[in-house]
């Protein structure tokens, strides 16, 4: 893998664990074990889905949108990400506000803090 790809594939990997923080930062722990819920599969389904289509697509896209000899494979996956993570915060809390949680407590630890 080249030099630009290196830096991308770690750029995707820091941008998945932010949106694992971030997202997980919004549910009560307590002491308790988080789980993905099946919501959170597919939240988390998603987000891949759009990363590595971004990976593909995202030359192309910037090419075409900005045709620059500044413009890399590397700037515009980049920003793809980027996109992604800002794009997910409203998805999420679009689904908190219909009631649809991404991360829920073990069930062993919700019947013993009953």
Do not use: C
């Not at 997980?24 to 939240?43: D, P, Q």
């Not at 289509?53 to 920003?79: E, H, I, N, Y």
Request: charged content about 10%; hydrophobic content about 55%.
């Amino acid at each position: 893998m080249s030099s630009p790809n290196v830096v991308a594939a770690l750029a995707l990997l820091f941008i998945v664990g932010m949106v694992w923080l971030r997202t997980r930062m919004h549910y009560r722990r307590a002491h308790r074990r988080l789980l993905l819920t099946r919501a959170g599969w597919g939240y988390f389904g998603v987000l891949l889905l759009a990363l590595t289509g971004g990976w593909w697509a995202a030359p192309a896209v910037g090419q075409a949108l900005w045709p620059s000899p500044l413009d890399t494979p590397l700037l515009t996956r980049v920003v793809w990400f980027l996109a992604t993570y800002y794009l997910f915060i409203p998805v999420h809390h679009a689904l908190r506000a219909q009631g649809v949680e991404v991360f829920k407590g073990a069930v062993a630890d919700v019947q013993e803090s009953a």
